[in-house]
């Protein structure tokens, strides 16, 4: 083989080494890149459903977990609660449940699949503060004819226990009731309502 030749073939094989080496380099730049664009896992589990096991939550007692960095209320409401609904249900402002702020199969008069047990966002539809529990017994503060519920701090807002919010508040509309499935007797899946699933 001629010199010129045997140069050719070096400079080529020179050119297609290089060339490979830029290409690996160039994909080793891009994969932590295009990785980057992924949600991370905090963020991936911020919009996760969770699971609340309620074995535990007696009648009349609320409990709170958090879902998508929001508290979500659960509540096991006994019959006297239960009651009370339809007694303030001309003092509420949207007593059907018309705003859409349920899924569907919770637009009923508990706003809940199963009436006892009601799930709640537990941020005013105002200007998102977190409002408190208001037990029926604390009627010194709230009302000879309050019958339980939730009081917004910041600017009074009241919502039944069925997060209704009562006329002349602050608040818009009622409390938002999350899509989700009850897994088990004991077990509610929040996020998820599994129908679709």
């Given at each position: 083989m001629s010199d010129d030749k045997q140069v050719n073939k070096?400079?080529?094989n020179l050119v297609i080494?290089?060339?490979a080496a830029g290409g690996a380099a160039g994909v080793a730049a891009a994969v932590p890149f295009a990785a980057s664009?992924?949600?991370s896992e905090r963020a991936k589990a911020g919009g996760a459903p969770v699971v609340a096991d309620i074995s535990a939550l007696e009648p009349g007692q609320i409990m709170t977990v958090e879902w998508r960095s929001k508290p979500?209320?659960?509540v096991r409401r006994t019959k006297e609660m239960l009651d009370g609904l339809a007694r303030v249900?001309?003092?509420?402002?949207?007593?059907?449940?018309?705003?859409p702020m349920q899924p569907e199969y919770a637009k009923n008069e508990y706003r809940s699949i199963k009436p006892e047990v009601l799930v709640l966002v537990g941020i005013c539809t105002?200007?998102?503060c977190s409002p408190q529990s208001k037990p029926a017994e604390d009627k010194t503060e709230m009302g000879a004819d309050w019958t339980g519920g939730f009081?917004?701090?910041c600017h009074g807002s009241k919502f039944d226990l069925a997060g209704r919010v009562y006329k002349g508040a602050p608040a818009p509309?009622?409390?938002?009731?999350?899509?989700?499935?009850y897994l088990s007797d004991t077990r509610i899946l929040i996020g998820e309502d599994k129908q679709g699933a």
């Open positions: 070096n400079r080529r080494a290089c060339g664009w992924l949600p979500v209320w659960i249900e001309a003092k509420v402002s949207d007593p059907k449940s018309d705003v105002h200007l998102g009081l917004c701090p509309v009622n409390l938002e009731v999350p899509k989700y499935a």
